[in-house]
Each structure stands twice: as C-alpha cells, then as structure tokens.
Nanobody, 118 residues
Framework: VQLQASGGGLVQAGGSLRLSCAAS????????MGWFRQAPGKEREFVAA????????FYADSVKGRFTISRDNAKNTVYLQINSLKPEDTAVYYC????????????WGQGTQVTVSS
C-alpha cells in the first residue's frame, strides 16, 4: 500500500488542522492505520492509531482529548483532526499502515509538516 499525507501547515497556537492520508490499493480496510510525528532533534513518536474497521482507536497520552483519528474505508483515507494546537505539536506528521496479523508498521507516507506558532 502506498500512502500520501497532506493537510499540514502553519497555524497559531490554539488553532486546528485536519491531516489526511490517502492510501492506494483495494485492501485499505485490511490495515490498521496510524499517525506518528517527529519533531526537530527528536525521535519519531506514536500519536494515534485506528483499527481496520475504525471501531477501536488509540492515542498517546500527550494528545488525548485534542487529537481525533478517523477513517473512511470507502475513500481509502485516514484523518487526524488536531485541535487546541500547541507549539510542542510542531513536527513532521507521518501516516503508517500495519497489515493484518503483524505488529510492525511496514508502510509509511512521506510526512506533512505542522508548525505551530506561539
């Protein structure tokens, strides 16, 4: 599966963004989907994940209550709604896919930059 992330930008603290990740292929609904981010000088970290059907979601503690992951399997797209942005949310955001029965995130998009100004 190939992934294309979009929707990043420059926003002021307190603002919102919605990131999108479009997937190619006809088996999108077979993959768990996730969002990760990497801030300058830091390691890539998990942000959120959603199960194949969308029935289960998982979040890093640092984003709970502000970020919402969702997916539309008919459109082969996963979303990350980001509210109440903070300067520490500044990072490159990546979407990733994990195949059925695996624990590794094997497929990655190219990343989209989110910059939050104070």
């Amino acid at each position: 599966v190939q992934l294309q992330a979009s929707g990043g930008g420059l926003v002021q603290a307190g603002g919102s963004l919605r990131l999108s990740c479009a997937a190619s292929g006809r088996t999108f609904s077979s993959y768990d989907m996730g969002w990760f981010r990497q801030a300058p000088g830091k390691e890539r970290e998990f942000v959120a994940a959603i199960s194949q059907s969308g029935g289960s979601t998982f979040y890093a503690d640092s984003v709970k209550g502000r970020f919402t992951i969702s997916r539309d399997n008919a459109k082969n797209t996963v979303y990350l709604q980001i509210n109440s942005l903070k300067p520490e949310d500044t990072a490159v955001y990546y979407c990733a896919a994990r195949g059925p029965g695996t624990t590794n995130w094997d497929y990655w998009g190219q990343g989209t930059q989110v910059t939050v100004s104070s």
